[in-house]
């Protein structure tokens, strides 16, 4: 089974900071990664596919980049509606998750 | 619009059985992979049944596998869980989630709002 891992579990920042997270695979994953965002008792939303690309209607600040085990997710500058908690989902072989990245205010 | 709606959840004692429903709408139900999500009180996302679009594949977590039973009724466009043998660690909100093919893996492109259901004696 593939692992995936979330670096750092927290994070504390403020309005406007640029904001990465990281995400690693156990073993090469290509690019079949993506990134959601969730807030407090809401289901999570798409951000990133692909690794690296956008889904339709996401703001620009989010961008996704890496491939084999390592992944970023960056927030360019980071906005009150971003504090949230973050997951990696790798789907090269079955699903699985990272265990999460909150975001939350300095 | 897309809409996913669970439903099914609640209070079940540990050994005992209950049946999420997911209804969908908005989109060929039909035409794509389904998912069960669940989350625990405070804790991460957690993978834990697909099936693809005929029903031909059918996967599940090894956390739940030989317990539960994941199935479809592409006229009726409703996805469901069966779940079996409830252990106080099943206790989750257990989201619907639809995939963006027929069969995957791939990732989710709409969730539900999630049902929860407790374990407890």
């Known amino acids: 089974d593939i692992q995936m891992t979330q670096s750092p579990s927290t994070l504390s920042a403020s309005v406007g900071d640029r904001v990465t997270i990281t995400c690693r695979a156990s073993q090469s994953i290509s690019s079949w990664l993506a990134w959601y965002q969730q807030k407090p008792g809401k289901a999570p939303k798409l951000l990133i596919y692909d690794a690296s690309s956008l889904e339709s209607g996401v703001p620009s600040r989010f961008s996704g980049s890496g491939s084999g085990t390592e992944f970023t997710l960056t927030i360019s500058s980071l906005q009150p509606d971003d504090f949230a908690t973050y997951y990696c989902?790798?789907?090269?072989?079955?699903?699985?998750f990272g265990p999460g990245t909150k975001v939350d205010i300095k | 619009e897309v809409q996913l709606v669970e439903s099914g959840g609640g209070l079940v004692k540990p050994g005992g059985s209950l049946r999420l429903s997911c209804a969908a709408s908005g989109f060929t139900f039909s035409s794509y992979s389904m998912n069960w999500v669940r989350q625990a009180p405070g804790k991460g996302l957690e993978w834990v049944s697909s099936?693809?679009?005929?029903?031909?594949?059918?996967y599940y977590a090894d956390s739940v596998k030989g317990r539960f039973t994941i199935s479809r009724d592409n006229a009726k466009n409703s996805l469901y869980l069966q779940m079996n043998s409830l252990r106080a660690e099943d206790t989750a909100v257990y989201y619907c989630?639809?995939?963006?093919?027929?069969?995957?893996?791939?990732?989710?492109?709409?969730w539900g709002q999630g049902t929860l259901v407790t374990v407890s004696s």
């Open positions: 989630a639809k995939e963006i093919a027929a069969a995957g893996p791939y990732y989710f492109d709409y």
């Open positions: 099936i693809s679009s005929s029903s031909s594949y059918i």
């Open positions: 989902q790798q789907y090269n072989s079955f699903l699985t």
